[in-house]
């Protein structure tokens, strides 16, 4: 709800949104630019009187002086019977330039305010205005949301990066563009009358005047008090008429000045309504301080960028789901799928199921897990469909789930089914799915069918589940699974580098980029940094899909799009069908193409700041390790103390990226390095490499630092068991660092 | 004497205009070229002191910006009483403006003016832009404005 109170006006408006902020940050160069160009005295260094008797010591037939929001001082005379304007020094009336205001500004004020459109665009701006306050609220409010509580609002940004971009310039510019649309929506409202406005309360002009010989301007007592700060326009009385008069208007009220005696013959205050009012303007336009104008005009020059990013989120999020024709709404289905995700894949045995239970005359909504409704007021069956991630956790569209679950009534119960999807490999198999059936079933809820596990993604399997599903809900159910087709991108290899057959450790650091990246257009992709490879970090996984098997398997990256390269690191397994396919690969053999496809993996990055990481890892768990310490450098903001902790077999033979580690401790991207080789003389494991450094890891801990493991579950477990062992000294543990974001494995 | 006479003719203009003899008077209002919006205007009839005596038309949709018209509202004390019904759109560059009044007898050839103030968003204000008699002699001939307004003719 929350979200899409975000993203359908923004969808809505982006582009309309794109041409009001440009020409709103255009526009707040103007009072800067009229500043930059006046002489502004201080306040109390000149009175409007002084000014008043310079300009006209220099302009003789000075018709109106006026002093603009920005501080620039004009005059308006008559030469030759032409009206005329000058920026004039407030120090010595002496001419700076001619006024001219600029009709390009004065074309972009129009576009800004009503499109060049008049009324209707003017009420286009409001209603524009109105969609950002919208936007500005609901984004922050999905932040709070999504960092986990208000507390967590600056907290690191995960995710990719578009998200992180957008994310990222919103929270620094969300204040500037909440300002700017306020105040716009407040002057449109005005404008069309939806508020009443606040008059100025005017001065009345004066019943009868001494008609006297006029006084020289620099004396008249009235003018004297005034501080030129505060003057907003002087009328001169004209030269002929002994009845004229001044009439003054500042900053606080509007008067009448006699020419003879200089007294005050009348006087007003505009009323504090209305000087509310016209504040509310000049904070608009930037009037009143040129320099939070100058703040506002950044903020929303990020506007375009917001709308950008913004929309490539949505479409990416579009694009990961698959489509679902007639999903029911939540409140109006009778059945409802739910779905924890990571790779997506589960997706397809949902969009299965759905097209199914359609089929047969059910209304179903299927929707990710994260989406539990508090209640579904049609619903008689709940069926979850939820994959794991990692050792046993929720998966990505599943984090919210249990927590959300906790908070539904008893009353709003459903009866349920569930099906775990996993690899039988991993120790951790469907452990989330398991997790899932233990909650349900100590909540009481009435179970339909045993929880289904469904090893790699086997059609049999859960077609049988479909079947004895058919069964107790009286339906035939047969559903035939046909994996989803993933849009994957074909690569040729770069280059490889090999490693560790000496000690039957068959490894290769391989780089690879786009097929396609001939072609007609080939140079201007070049010219333009396009490399065809689609955008990932290091730290997401590539998934490659041997020949013949639509299965992928997955695997760190090293590098970053970027980079134009796209680097991993692959132990040769025995009757491994992946990895002695990439391993047999030759460099630039066309016809050896991969098919392969970004999984994002945005939980497995270094956290924003400066804190120190220590990174992990055993044989090719060093890829997005590598990845990481490779982008670590000195000129980002968040560089952080690196160090790196790595298993291999023999340093003659499998250590890899040797030269590129010993070179980075020269350039500081890299603190500290340890190695651990188990074979040769001086063995050990990379844990006895922690444990002998325990003080340090401690130290490193203490500051704040983060762990990052990557490798073999095995190493991993016997990482955390020697890592629980240097904390408890701290009170710490590795599941409390979890916890916290602190501790993360990448594992396989 | 002779104002006493106007002010009593004046009066009577205003609280019986029905039984008041009146002429109808066309009063055209032609702008220059200049750059910027639609130009507001006050079109209103002062005595040959240039005391301000009544409204005859304001060019221009938003009350609140009336009090730039400087000397109009100086004498109006920018009352809605003393414009009601007598509004109506801004007058854009290089357009004229052409209005039929009716204005009694008694203002006709006894000293009192036309006059036209005027405004323009972010640019300035032209006390007595352009300035008229209301003659018989000087009915029909063009008056130069030193504003906004390129002319200004009263025809009686």
């Given at each position: ?6 993203s359908?006006?923004?969808?809505f408006?982006?582009?309309f ?15 800067a630019?009229?500043?930059a ?5 201080p ?7 002084e000014?008043a ?14 002093r603009?929001?920005?501080g620039?001082?004009?005059?308006y005379?008559?030469?030759?019977g032409?009206p005329?304007a ?13 006024y ?36 500005c ?5 999905l932040?709070?949301?999504?960092a986990?509580g208000w ?6 940004i995960?995710?990719?990066?578009s ?7 919103a ?6 563009l909440?300002?700017?649309?306020l105040?716009g ?15 100025e ?9 001494s008609?006297?010989t ?7 007592n009235a ?6 700060q505060?003057l ?6 004209f030269?002929?008429?002994p ?7 500042t900053h ?15 006087y ?9 009012q ?15 104008g100058l ?17 490539l ?10 489509r679902l ?7 109006s289905a009778?059945?409802v799928?739910?779905?924890?995700s990571?790779?997506n894949t589960t997706?397809g ?6 097209d ?5 005359g059910?209304?179903v ?6 989406r ?9 069956r ?7 991630y990692g ?9 919210q789930?249990?927590?959300?679950l906790?908070?539904?009534p008893d009353?709003?119960?459903l009866?349920?089914?569930v099906?775990?999807?996993g ?6 198999f469907c452990?989330?799915a398991?997790?899932v059936?233990?909650v ?16 790699r ?11 004895a ?5 009286n ?6 699974h046909?994996?989803l ?6 690569l040729?290899l ?9 000690v039957?450790a068959?490894?290769?650091?391989l780089?690879?980029?786009?097929a ?18 689609p955008?990932f970090?290091?730290?997401?996984l ?6 013949g098997?639509d299965?992928?398997r997955f ?8 980079e134009?390269?796209l680097e991993?690191?692959?132990?040769r397994?025995?009757r491994g069908?992946?990895?002695s ?12 193409e ?8 945005p ?5 924003r700041?400066?804190?120190p990481?220590?990174l992990?890892g ?14 670590n450098?000195?000129h980002?903001?968040?560089q952080?103390?690196?160090y790196?902790?790595?298993?291999g ?14 070179s ?9 390095l ?12 990379v ?9 340090q890891?401690?130290?490193l801990?203490?500051q704040g ?14 990482v955390a ?12 543990s590795?599941?409390g660092?979890?916890a916290?974001?602190r501790y993360?494995?990448d594992?396989? | ?11 009577t ?5 029905a ?9 055209t ?16 009839v ?6 301000y005596q009544?409204?005859l ?13 400087l000397?109009w ?6 009352k809605?009483s ?7 759109a ?11 009044v009716?204005v ?7 000293g ?7 405004a323009?968003?972010?640019q ?5 832009d352009?300035e008229a008699?209301l ?5 029909g001939?063009?008056v130069?404005?030193?504003g ?6 009263v025809?009686?």
């Amino acid at each position: 709800m929350l979200r899409r109170l975000h993203s359908l006006p923004g969808l809505f408006a982006a582009l309309f949104l794109i041409v009001l902020a440009t020409s709103g940050a255009v526009l707040s160069l103007s009072p800067a630019l009229e500043r930059a160009v006046a002489t502004v005295p201080p306040s109390g260094a000149a009175s409007v009187a002084e000014v008043a008797a310079r300009v006209l010591a220099q302009y003789p037939a000075t018709e109106q002086i006026e002093r603009l929001p920005s501080g620039a001082v004009l005059v308006y005379f008559s030469q030759d019977g032409n009206p005329a304007a000058d920026i004039v020094d407030p120090l010595t009336g002496i001419r700076i330039s001619a006024y001219e205001p600029s009709p390009i500004f004065a074309w972009i004020k129009d576009l800004h305010r009503s499109f060049l459109l008049d009324d209707i665009g003017r009420g286009a701006a409001g209603i524009l205005a109105l969609l950002m306050v919208v936007m500005c609220f609901s984004g922050t409010f999905l932040l709070a949301y999504r960092a986990g509580g208000w507390r967590h609002l600056f907290s690191p940004i995960r995710g990719t990066g578009s998200q992180r971009l957008h994310t990222q310039i919103a929270r620094y510019a969300v204040l500037g563009l909440l300002v700017s649309s306020l105040t716009g929506v407040w002057m449109s409202a005005i404008r069309f009358e939806l508020v009443t406005e606040a008059e100025e309360v005017e001065a009345l002009f004066p019943e009868e005047v001494s008609g006297g010989t006029p006084t020289p301007v620099g004396t008249l007592n009235a003018l004297r008090a005034v501080d030129l700060q505060d003057l907003h326009q002087l009328v001169f009385p004209f030269p002929d008429d002994p009845n004229d008069v001044y009439s003054l208007r500042t900053h606080q009220g509007s008067g009448y000045i006699d020419q003879e005696t200089g007294e005050l013959l009348s006087y007003s205050d505009y009323g504090s309504a209305a000087s509310l009012q016209t504040f509310i303007v000049e904070l608009h336009t930037g009037e009143a301080f040129w320099y939070v104008g100058l703040i506002l005009g950044l903020a929303v020059l990020m506007v375009p960028v917001l709308s950008v990013t913004g929309v490539l989120i949505w479409w990416q999020r579009r694009r990961a789901l698959p489509r679902l024709v007639g999903n029911t709404s939540a409140q109006s289905a009778d059945t409802v799928i739910l779905v924890g995700s990571e790779t997506n894949t589960t997706w397809g045995f949902a969009k299965t199921l759905h097209d199914g239970l359609t089929a047969a005359g059910y209304h179903v909504h299927t929707a990710p897990m994260n989406r539990l409704e508090k209640q579904y007021r049609k619903a008689r069956r709940l069926f979850i469909l939820a994959a794991t991630y990692g050792d046993g956790a929720a998966p990505a569209s599943a984090t919210q789930f249990l927590d959300k679950l906790a908070k539904v009534p008893d009353s709003a119960q459903l009866p349920w089914a569930v099906l775990g999807f996993g690899d039988r490999q991993f120790p951790s198999f469907c452990a989330f799915a398991n997790e899932v059936t233990t909650v349900l079933r100590q909540r009481g809820w009435p179970q339909l069918l045993e929880t289904e596990l469904i090893d790699r993604q086997s059609a049999q399997t859960f077609e049988r589940w479909a079947a004895a599903l058919g069964n107790t809900i009286n339906t035939p159910l047969t559903l035939r699974h046909v994996p989803l087709r993933r849009r994957t991108t074909a690569l040729l290899l770069t280059e490889r580098e090999d490693f560790g057959v000496e000690v039957l450790a068959p490894t290769s650091i391989l780089r690879f980029h786009a097929a396609k990246r001939g072609g007609p257009l080939a140079a201007l992709r070049r010219l333009l940094g396009w490399s065809g490879l689609p955008s990932f970090e290091a730290g997401d996984l590539v998934g490659i899909l041997p020949p013949g098997s639509d299965i992928p398997r997955f695997y760190s990256l090293a590098s970053a799009s970027r980079e134009g390269v796209l680097e991993i690191c692959v132990r040769r397994q025995e009757r491994g069908v992946c990895s002695s396919f990439l391993c047999s690969l030759q460099p630039e053999q066309s016809g050896q193409e991969v098919r392969a496809f970004i999984q994002y993996n945005p939980l497995f990055r270094p956290a924003r700041g400066k804190q120190p990481v220590i990174l992990i890892g055993a044989g090719t768990g060093i890829a997005p390790l590598v990845g990481f310490i490779r982008h670590n450098r000195s000129h980002k903001r968040s560089q952080h103390p690196m160090y790196l902790y790595w298993g291999g077999r023999s340093p003659q033979s499998d250590y890899l990226y040797e030269r590129d580690l010993q070179s980075w401790l020269q350039d500081d991207r890299l603190t500290g390095l340890q190695t651990a080789f188990s074979r040769g003389g001086d063995r050990a494991y990379v844990q006895d490499k922690l444990k002998a450094d325990a003080v340090q890891v401690r130290a490193l801990l203490e500051q704040g630092g983060q762990v990052l493991v990557c490798g073999g579950r095995n190493m991993a477990a016997d990482v955390a068991k020697a890592m629980d062992e240097i904390l408890a000294p701290l009170s710490l543990s590795v599941a409390g660092l979890k916890a916290a974001g602190r501790y993360l494995e990448d594992t396989y | 004497m002779k104002k006493i006479l106007a002010t009593l003719g004046l009066l009577t203009a205003i609280t019986l205009p029905a039984l008041a003899e009146a002429r109808e008077v066309t009063i055209t209002t032609e702008l220059n070229a200049y750059r910027g919006d639609g130009a507001y205007l006050a079109i209103y009839v002062t005595d040959a002191a240039g005391k301000y005596q009544r409204t005859l038309h304001i060019a221009g949709g938003k009350s609140k910006y009336y009090k730039h018209l400087l000397d109009w509202a100086r004498g109006s004390g920018g009352k809605a009483s003393e414009y009601d019904g007598m509004t109506g759109a801004s007058v854009s560059s290089g357009d004229s403006l052409t209005i039929k009044v009716d204005v009694d007898d008694a203002l006709i050839d006894a000293g009192y003016l036309v006059r036209v103030d005027s405004a323009v968003e972010d640019q300035r204000e032209h006390r007595i832009d352009a300035e008229a008699p209301l003659t018989t002699a000087g009915s029909g001939q063009a008056v130069v404005g030193k504003g906004y307004v390129k002319s200004l003719t009263v025809t009686l």
